[in-house]
């Protein structure tokens, strides 16, 4: 069962979700009318819906924006003068959900800039493994729970407020930020480098061999000297990944 998904996905469950994945995989196989989770696995690699399926319901996408808001402190402080001198500033979500983080990323850089008064270009990329998280991170909406740690100036400049309560996100800033399906289990061949990446809360559903095969996916994808964000409940200690420790969830590319 967990075998599973971790060949799916390289998410590894321990022996206290077993409850959890029985009864949820479970459900799949009696959707789609599986006999076993042999059939299941050999489908998951066919059909993109049903992997969407059995990715969200054994994951958590709870988000808001700017979670963890020190990171974006040192986005503003440290990352954006460090690569400003650049056309373009560059930046990976990966395991982006529901849009939260790229979204507060683009704001935090484009906010960054205006202050230093820079005319350098935003482009996130925002991957996930789920394509249902995708499509709503694609249309922008959200509950106004999710910008309860967003100033009213920048809620009034990023975000448009909708008759039915919801928050959209101003076109403006979602042609910054460009959305695409991704298996961190998977290789990935980048032409062009980022100044940083953010995985925050990604990694704490791997074990260690798919943690170092996803953080050397990070350290190709990086400029030299460029940054990577992980989560403060995560680590990437004794990972034999060349990544210089700045301070709590915070590393340098040597």
């Known amino acids: 069962m967990r075998?599973?998904?971790?060949?799916?996905?390289?998410?590894?469950?321990?022996?206290?979700?077993?409850?959890?994945?029985?009864?949820?995989?479970n459900k799949h196989l009696n959707e789609y009318h599986l006999k076993d989770y042999g059939e299941l696995l050999k489908l998951l690699g066919k059909d993109?819906?049903?992997f969407s399926k059995v990715i969200n319901?054994?994951?958590?996408?709870?988000?808001?924006?700017?979670?963890?808001?020190?990171?974006?402190?040192?986005?503003?402080?440290?990352?954006?003068?460090?690569?400003?001198?650049?056309?373009?500033?560059?930046?990976?979500?990966a395991g982006c959900s529901t849009g939260e983080?790229?979204?507060?990323?683009?704001?935090?850089?484009?906010?960054?800039?205006?202050?230093?008064?820079?005319?350098?270009?935003?482009?996130?990329?925002?991957?996930?493994i789920?394509?249902?998280?995708?499509?709503?991170?694609?249309?922008?909406?959200?509950?106004?729970?999710?910008?309860?740690?967003v100033s009213k100036n920048l809620i009034n400049r990023y975000f448009d407020k909708e008759n039915n309560g919801m928050i959209r996100?101003?076109?403006?800033?979602?042609?910054?930020?460009?959305f695409r399906f991704f298996n961190l289990k998977d290789d990935i061949d980048l032409h062009k480098k980022f100044d940083?990446?953010?995985?925050?809360?990604?990694?704490i559903y791997f074990d260690k061999k798919m943690?170092?095969?996803?953080?050397?996916?990070?350290?190709?994808?990086?400029?030299?000297?460029?940054h990577l964000l992980i989560g403060h409940s995560e680590s990437i200690y004794n990972s034999g990944i060349n990544f210089e420790f700045i301070k709590s969830a915070t590393y340098k590319k040597r």
């Open 57 to 93: 319901s054994i994951s958590t996408n709870v988000t808001y924006f700017f979670r963890e808001n020190d990171h974006f402190d040192f986005i503003a402080d440290t990352i954006v003068p460090e690569a400003a001198a650049n056309e373009t500033i560059k930046v990976w979500s």
């Open 3 to 25: 075998s599973v998904v971790y060949q799916a996905a390289g998410i590894y469950l321990g022996d206290e979700k077993k409850a959890l994945i029985v009864s949820r995989l």
């Open 48 to 50: 993109k819906k049903l």
């Open 169 to 178: 996100v101003k076109n403006f800033l979602k042609q910054m930020v460009s």
């Open 196 to 203: 940083l990446v953010l995985c925050r809360n990604v990694m």
């Open 211 to 226: 943690r170092n095969h996803v953080l050397d996916i990070f350290y190709k994808a990086l400029k030299p000297e460029g």
């Open 101 to 128: 983080e790229p979204y507060s990323a683009a704001i935090c850089i484009s906010e960054a800039l205006r202050k230093l008064k820079l005319n350098a270009g935003v482009k996130i990329l925002a991957t996930d």
């Open 130 to 149: 789920s394509t249902d998280v995708i499509k709503k991170a694609q249309i922008g909406l959200y509950k106004p729970e999710a910008i309860k740690d």
